[in-house]
């Protein structure tokens, strides 16, 4: 049978093609990597080798092509999904400003070189330097592998790309319309109000669909990466309707979808796993079977436009990184990873020569010296951007943290199955990605007659913890206890593993608790650690926006720095932006943590003196929206008496929003701090001076009334 086996080159046996890209997928970066060259570019040079240029073991081929499109559209659907938002929004005039700059210069310098030196005419000049413009993002990769996809020179850079082959794009269809003879006020009105259409499905549609999508098949992780995919494509699609390139669409989708897909859940670790490990290699690899080597054999005059377009189209988009730099103000590691980014071209590029070609306005010498400027802009975009990356990541490491805090240790004790989800993802939401501790569920179980059965009970549901964190690629510690109550179980292993951060599920309090105090009662008089007691009536990535409730005095407590980080990263990753309840005297300095010091989230500040008030919150808080009040402990320095009452309050006048309790952690060593000197404890002195003031205030505003 081996013998009647078609062997013959190409390949065309489906089974031997997948195969054999998947090798090649699975060896050419291990091979390159031990010679120093990014793995990205030995996919692009492995395609050139099996390629119908190369050995032709390969044939470019619809199937080929195919999923070559499909990781176009990945890699920039991406770029749309890891922008932070934020830094985004502040950052749009500048992506604006430099998607004109690296449209225009590579213009400008293109002109005068086609039509003067290359003595091409005006249509051709004009055509030919547009591909000048045009840049395709194949090294953005890199600079996800490296993790500063939120700095702002790949912030610009991915902005950037939209504008520029927008604006490409249109004086392609101009060009295209003039030789065609279909260039009208028809053909405008027509292309203005298909871009607003597509425009207001994606922005409006979209994000719509996606809540509503993710509110019903909340535990159906497949269903929701098929989802995701599905919408890019649609994007897409309909990109192709509006009359522009279906990257546009796949772009504004990773925008539309950013906000629903935080950077730290299970679904974007999918997403990320597919993309990396089979749709964008095949696309890399696809670019390197169009590239062709022969051209540079095909006659004196190919050799020297090739080498024109190729210098030309190079130092266009260097000259516009240098420009930015010096009008923003960015390093020389900025700029330079700015070019690597831009300097690329693929897509957009050979589209518009193609075109081009078809339509007789350029010949077979500007093709051939395209495609070689293909291989060398992508060499070169695939160096500069890792030794840039690299170097960034160097700088940013060195800096001062702004919120500076010791290891992160998040315990979440564990009891009802339907809750360890949503909790292992609010601990995925709240932690520092750069941490590498592991999180820890944690299941207690009383020492009584029935803790064996228990103890297989509770296993299953560790085990469930387990899988759902370790598919979002987080280490995992499960810890289980025996002990004469929850409580006291909770606590010891808090000390034993140097926990930072403690979260609970909400429990209602029963009549003995009243008396002898509930577990979490006994939890915060027990530990000094961070403890946020949680609700969650939905999932976190379709809140829209959350109202943060701080009382006075909270700066001064020892955990303010590790609680306000934790709803910054909280808020960043859900999507949702913030309005702030706080006392006057605070508002500067939250407003300075949140909004100003990077990173940075949106957030809109009103004043709430009293908790008594906290209900005022109310005509804010919508039905997507969730509440976060931060509390105390009795006898710290920001605790007040009617603090006692708050869970019951907002549990009882909120019941259909999500509610997060923080109590902040009190002092660095983890150890609960007892306002007492040789025996005597101020707390009942303090909380009747709470009481009496309280009672004033009331009178106060009865009178007032």
């Not at 994000?207 to 995701?228: A, C, D, H, L, N």
């Not at 189209?313 to 516009?320: G, H, M, R, T």
């Amino acid at each position: 049978m081996l013998l009647l086996f078609d062997f013959s080159l190409p390949l065309t046996d489906p089974v031997l093609v997948f195969s054999l890209v998947l090798f090649i997928i699975l060896f050419s970066p291990i091979i390159l990597k031990r010679l120093r060259i990014p793995s990205l570019l030995g996919l692009i040079l492995a395609g050139i080798l099996v390629g119908p240029n190369g050995f032709n073991i390969l044939m470019l081929d619809s199937s080929i092509v195919l999923f070559g499109t499909v990781g176009l559209l990945y890699i920039m659907f991406l770029a749309g999904l890891e922008l932070d938002m934020n830094e985004f929004k502040k950052s749009r005039h500048r992506s604006v400003i430099f998607g004109l700059l690296t449209f225009a210069i590579p213009m400008l310098v293109g002109l005068p070189v086609c039509y003067f030196l290359l003595d091409f005419d005006p249509v051709a000049s004009v055509l030919i330097s547009s591909m000048f413009a045009t840049h395709t993002m194949v090294a953005y990769p890199i600079a996800s592998r490296f993790g500063i996809t939120k700095n702002e020179a790949v912030t610009i850079s991915v902005g950037g790309t939209i504008v520029a082959d927008t604006l490409v794009l249109l004086i392609l269809a101009v060009i295209t319309g003039t030789t065609e003879g279909t260039l009208n006020t028809q053909f405008w009105i027509r292309l203005i109000i298909s871009l607003a259409i597509f425009i207001a499905i994606v922005f409006i549609g979209f994000p719509i669909i996606g809540r509503w999508f993710f509110k019903k098949i909340e535990g159906e992780k497949t269903s929701q990466y098929i989802f995701v995919l599905a919408m890019v494509f649609l994007a897409g699609f309909l990109a192709e309707l509006a009359g522009v390139e279906p990257i546009i669409g796949a772009f504004m989708a990773g925008l539309a979808l950013n906000r629903l897909i935080p950077h730290t859940s299970t679904l974007m670790n999918r997403i990320e796993f597919v993309g990396s490990a089979l749709f964008i290699p095949f696309f890399l690899i696809n670019v390197g079977m169009m590239v062709d080597m022969t051209v540079i054999f095909s006659g004196q005059r190919a050799l020297v436009v090739a080498g024109v377009l190729t210098v030309v189209a190079i130092f266009s988009k260097w000259l516009a990184a240098w420009v930015t730099q010096v009008v923003f103000k960015y390093s020389g590691v900025q700029r330079n990873l700015i070019f690597g980014l831009t300097s690329s071209r693929v897509a957009a590029t050979l589209a518009v020569i193609l075109i081009g070609y078809n339509l007789g306005i350029v010949n077979e010498n500007v093709l051939n010296g395209t495609i070689l400027l293909i291989l060398v802009t992508c060499l070169i975009a695939t160096f500069a951007t890792e030794s840039a990356a690299r170097k960034l990541v160097i700088l940013e490491s060195n800096k001062k943290q702004e919120l500076p805090e010791m290891h992160e240790r998040i315990l979440i004790p564990l009891a009802n199955p339907a809750t360890v989800e949503e909790r292992i993802d609010y601990a995925l939401y709240i932690s520092d990605k750069a941490s590498s501790e592991p999180i820890y569920p944690l299941a207690v179980v009383r020492d009584d007659e029935e803790a064996r059965e228990k103890l297989l009970e509770s296993g299953k549901m560790l085990e469930k913890a387990l899988k759902h964190a370790s598919a979002a690629e987080t280490p995992v510690e499960l810890l289980t206890r025996v002990d004469l109550n929850v409580s006291n179980g909770i606590v010891r292993a808090a000390k034993e593993h140097l926990i930072t951060h403690i979260i609970m599920g909400w429990v209602e309090r029963s009549a003995t608790d009243r008396f002898f105090g509930s577990i979490l009662d006994n939890l915060l008089n027990g530990s000094g650690q961070m403890v946020s007691v949680v609700r969650f009536n939905q999932p976190l990535n379709t809140l829209r926006r959350m109202v943060l409730v701080v009382p006075r005095n909270a700066q001064l407590e020892a955990g303010f720095n590790r609680w306000i980080k934790k709803v910054k990263n909280l808020s960043r990753q859900s999507g949702a932006d913030m309005i702030v309840y706080c006392h006057g005297d605070l508002n500067n300095l939250l407003r300075n943590l949140l909004v100003e010091k990077k990173p940075a989230v949106s957030a809109v500040f009103k004043s709430l003196d009293d908790l008594d008030d906290i209900l005022v919150v109310s005509k804010d808080l919508k039905e997507d929206d969730m509440l976060v009040v931060v509390c105390a402990r009795r006898g710290t320095i920001s605790y007040q008496s009617n603090m006692d009452i708050i869970p019951s309050k907002v549990n009882r006048h909120f019941p259909g929003n999500n509610i997060i309790i923080i109590f902040p952690e009190q002092n660095s060593d983890l150890n609960y701090p007892r306002f007492e000197s040789e025996g005597f404890e101020i707390s009942p002195i303090q909380e009747n001076l709470e009481r009496i003031s309280k009672l004033g205030r009331s009178m106060r505003k009865m009178f007032k009334s």
